[in-house]
């Protein structure tokens, strides 16, 4: 999943992003999104959520990722 994409599923499912930076390691992105749920999207593709409700939007991403395969 591109940054786009993680983007795009986020805002038709009604989150709204806080804040959005390079991880530290500069391998990704990190997405906090208001509800506190945190998304890292990397810049292989690979994204993990965490954080509060990080499971619920970890499913969302999934079914999307899965749609698009």
């Known amino acids: 999943m591109t940054l786009d994409d993680a983007r795009q599923c ?16 500069n391998t990704g992105t990190k997405l906090r999104l208001n509800g506190g749920a945190i998304v890292n999207v990397f810049d292989n593709g690979n994204y993990f ?3 509060k409700n990080g ?3 970890e499913a969302l991403l999934d079914r ?4 698009k395969s």
């Open 10 to 25: 986020l805002g038709e499912a009604g989150y709204r992003i806080r804040k959005e930076e390079r991880l530290g390691n």
């Open 55 to 57: 499971e619920v939007v």
């Open 64 to 67: 999307r990722d899965l749609d």
């Open 49 to 51: 959520c965490e954080g």
